[in-house]
């Protein structure tokens, strides 16, 4: 059970690229990586709009010295101190992904960023390689894939209890986008111009949730083949989608099905994981994230609670409320966190047999999920057909 011991000998000097007062996303970030000590934020760029950064990174106990107008200015302000930022995360729209990472890379600092990635499968080999030259690591922040019942379906699926898997079964569907964008905030409208958003809306924005937690859990199946249909219920969002649905054959003869919607009307949000093998069935779903469904053919299906000592070794380890109490994004955003640093700290000292056994969502991680984004657009485009996985 992680109950906040010290996992990594110093806190890390961590930095943030955005994640200001109007984004949506900067304080899951800061949920995370302040949990557990494992990260102090001393510096940052918070916003575009400088003036309304700095008076926000103030609020939150950042030296207002050390509030800077962009990424430029923080590499420049950090290089000569000895107490520099060390890791910086990037909560900034898609399209600032890739320059960002490098420009923080090449100034010899740790990356943590949103996904998805970047916009190709090429940026990400770029990246890959700059981080190998230069002995440093690029994290991704996949939401709920630290939830202990994430790890605990992985374990019960590795353990072969379920069989073989034939059916993978996802979805994340809300809907927040029903209407037009008209009224729409300002970290909303980006979202859905390709320029910043990149080739997809929702696939990128929710779809590669679904992807890389289905990685998590099935970490030895993969995709040989895909159908995207996706479409725009909102004409001013073309070419980019708002609703689509993924069908993949794996290469032990599985079926996968994915559905990604904003348009779901008057669903508030609900992720839905579901994976049938040839002797049982489990399904998760955030909406009830302590309870993780069993269903073996012929027996009464059980609900599996989490923190409970009947459960796999994997899923306790993760685990941060006990089984009285709920595990929610928060918790797991903590555990991405500190799965992150402790990758970080292994990096710093040359741990490289830590690295090797260690699992957190890194620069692989992002890749195969630009990957998969890219197999779905290129089948989207040639007007929803089975393409071969690339």
């Given at each position: 059970?992680?109950?906040?011991?010290?996992?990594?000998?110093?806190?890390?000097?961590?930095?943030?690229?955005?994640?200001?007062?109007?984004?949506?996303v900067?304080?899951?970030?800061?949920t995370?990586?302040?949990?557990?000590?494992?990260?102090?934020?001393?510096?940052?760029?918070?916003?575009?709009?400088?003036?309304?950064?700095?008076d926000f990174?103030?609020?939150?106990?950042?030296?207002?010295?050390?509030?800077?107008?962009?990424?430029?200015?923080?590499?420049?302000?950090?290089?000569?101190?000895?107490?520099?930022?060390q890791?910086?995360?990037?909560?900034?729209?898609?399209?600032?992904?890739f320059?960002?990472?490098?420009a923080?890379?090449?100034?010899?600092?740790?990356?943590?960023?949103?996904?998805?990635?970047?916009?190709?499968?090429?940026?990400?080999?770029?990246?890959?390689?700059?981080?190998?030259e230069?002995?440093?690591i690029?994290?991704?922040?996949?939401g709920?894939?630290?939830?202990?019942?994430v790890?605990?379906?992985?374990?019960?699926?590795?353990?072969?209890?379920?069989?073989?898997?034939r059916?993978?079964?996802?979805?994340?569907?809300?809907?927040?986008?029903?209407?037009d964008?008209t009224?729409?905030?300002?970290?909303?409208?980006?979202?859905?111009?390709?320029?910043?958003?990149?080739?997809?809306?929702?696939?990128?924005?929710?779809?590669?949730?679904?992807?890389?937690?289905?990685?998590?859990?099935?970490?030895?199946?993969?995709?040989?083949?895909?159908?995207?249909?996706?479409?725009?219920?909102i004409?001013?969002?073309?070419?980019?989608?708002?609703?689509?649905t993924?069908?993949?054959?794996?290469?032990?003869?599985?079926?996968?099905?994915?559905?990604?919607?904003?348009?779901?009307?008057?669903?508030?949000?609900?992720?839905?994981?579901?994976?049938?093998?040839s002797?049982?069935?489990?399904?998760?779903?955030?909406?009830?994230?302590?309870?993780?469904?069993?269903?073996?053919?012929?027996?009464?299906?059980?609900?599996?609670?989490?923190?409970?000592?009947?459960?796999?070794?994997?899923?306790?380890?993760?685990?941060?409320?006990?089984?009285?109490?709920?595990e929610?994004?928060?918790?797991?955003?903590?555990?991405?966190?500190?799965?992150?640093?402790?990758?970080?700290?292994?990096?710093?000292?040359?741990?490289?047999?830590?690295?090797?056994?260690?699992?957190?969502?890194?620069?692989?991680?992002?890749?195969?999920?630009?990957?998969?984004?890219?197999?779905?657009?290129?089948?989207?485009?040639?007007?929803?057909?089975w393409?071969?996985?690339?």
């Amino acid at each position: 059970m992680i109950n906040g011991e010290r996992k990594i000998a110093a806190p890390l000097r961590w930095g943030m690229i955005g994640g200001g007062r109007t984004g949506q996303v900067g304080y899951k970030h800061r949920t995370g990586a302040l949990r557990d000590g494992t990260y102090r934020l001393v510096a940052g760029a918070f916003d575009l709009d400088a003036k309304r950064g700095r008076d926000f990174g103030t609020n939150l106990g950042v030296d207002p010295d050390r509030c800077y107008d962009d990424v430029q200015a923080l590499i420049a302000g950090e290089a000569d101190r000895e107490d520099g930022v060390q890791v910086v995360s990037v909560a900034t729209p898609n399209f600032t992904h890739f320059p960002i990472t490098k420009a923080l890379l090449e100034a010899g600092i740790h990356v943590i960023c949103e996904k998805p990635l970047f916009f190709t499968v090429a940026e990400c080999d770029e990246i890959a390689a700059l981080a190998a030259e230069r002995n440093l690591i690029v994290g991704v922040t996949y939401g709920f894939t630290g939830h202990p019942l994430v790890r605990q379906m992985a374990a019960m699926i590795a353990s072969g209890v379920l069989g073989e898997i034939r059916i993978v079964d996802l979805q994340y569907t809300h809907g927040f986008n029903a209407g037009d964008d008209t009224n729409a905030s300002e970290a909303q409208k980006w979202r859905t111009d390709p320029a910043k958003s990149g080739p997809t809306f929702v696939l990128g924005d929710i779809g590669t949730h679904l992807f890389y937690l289905s990685e998590v859990v099935l970490p030895d199946l993969r995709i040989e083949r895909l159908l995207c249909d996706r479409k725009a219920f909102i004409p001013s969002r073309a070419p980019l989608e708002d609703n689509a649905t993924v069908l993949m054959h794996y290469d032990n003869g599985a079926r996968g099905h994915l559905w990604v919607s904003s348009v779901d009307t008057g669903n508030m949000g609900s992720q839905r994981y579901r994976f049938v093998g040839s002797k049982a069935s489990v399904e998760w779903s955030d909406s009830r994230p302590d309870q993780l469904l069993y269903q073996v053919q012929g027996e009464p299906e059980q609900i599996l609670h989490h923190g409970m000592p009947y459960l796999e070794p994997e899923s306790l380890a993760v685990d941060r409320m006990g089984a009285l109490h709920t595990e929610g994004l928060g918790d797991s955003w903590a555990n991405i966190y500190l799965w992150i640093a402790q990758a970080i700290d292994a990096k710093r000292r040359g741990d490289e047999a830590f690295l090797q056994t260690h699992r957190y969502p890194g620069m692989q991680a992002g890749t195969e999920g630009v990957r998969w984004l890219e197999n779905c657009v290129r089948s989207a485009k040639a007007g929803g057909t089975w393409v071969d996985y690339q």
